[in-house]
T-cell receptor
Framework: KAGVTQTPRYLIKTRGQQVTLSCSPI?????VSWYQQTPGQGLQFLFE???????NKGNFPGRFSGRQFSNSRSEMNVSTLELGDSALYLC????????????FGPGTRLTVL | GQQLNQSPQSMFIQEGEDVSMNCTSS?????WLWYKQDPGEGPVLLIA?????ELTSNGRLTAQFGITRKDSFLNISASIPSDVGIYFC?????????????FGKGTKLSVKP
């Protein structure tokens, strides 16, 4: 069974731009969560989607948004990029909901110049 | 918000030595998870613990879910060079605005052949 895939793997943007990251969960998994990983703050939860609905949200500004499609694939969007948004963005999928074990993708490395 | 204290922050050991790391929290968790992350990759699940007091092994790895549900440890026996990486503990709870998975800051393991 294929694992969680994320595209693109690397991205370079400039301040003020916006970016969209994509995540395809493990086949049969319906819950997708997004995390931001930085050296200073570690791994921080962004939001979780299930059945095309955002079910949980972390403490990030409204510039960070996401959505989920009917095939469980998910996208994350960051608008008006800031230098501090440079991070590894990780997507994790689980079978049904946030009580199930989450499996991570390889991440998208975003660099904001 | 909830935080996990993971220690030690880093370890530099000789090949063949045993390794021990732990996580503590002021909050109770329903599940404890241990992940390993290699540079540029997403975290890979090593062991999941679902019940207080549970002791689980995965090859040379052994982890325990503390009786108080506020702590967990991970042991690696007879370390080998491929054990190098960053190990994260994660506490999982059901519901809450922060999202269900809270991560420790990681233990960076270096193994000298």
């Amino acid at each position: 069974k294929a694992g969680v895939t994320q595209t693109p793997r690397y991205l370079i943007k400039t301040r003020g731009q916006q970016v969209t990251l994509s995540c395809s969960p493990i086949s049969g998994h319906r819950s997708v969560s997004w995390y931001q990983q930085t050296p200073g703050q570690g791994l921080q939860f962004l939001f979780e989607y299930f059945s095309e609905t955002q079910r949980n949200k972390g403490n990030f500004p409204g510039r960070f948004s996401g959505r989920q499609f009917s095939n469980s694939r998910s996208e994350m969007n960051v608008s008006t990029l800031e230098l501090g948004d440079s991070a590894l963005y990780l997507c994790a999928s689980s079978i049904r909901d946030n009580r199930d074990t989450q499996y991570f993708g390889p991440g998208t490395r975003l660099t904001v110049l | 918000g909830q935080q996990l204290n993971q220690s030690p922050q880093s370890m530099f050991i000789q090949e063949g030595e045993d390794v021990s790391m732990n996580c503590t929290s002021s909050s109770i968790f329903n599940t404890w998870l241990w992940y390993k992350q290699d540079p540029g990759e997403g975290p890979v699940l090593l062991i999941a613990l679902y019940k207080a007091g549970e002791l689980t092994s995965n090859g040379r790895l052994t982890a325990q879910f503390g009786i108080t549900r506020k702590d967990s440890f991970l042991n690696i026996s007879a370390s080998i060079p491929s054990d190098v990486g960053i190990y994260f503990c994660a506490g999982q709870y059901y519901g809450g605005s922060q999202g269900n998975l809270i991560f420790g800051k990681g233990t960076k393991l270096s193994v000298k052949p």
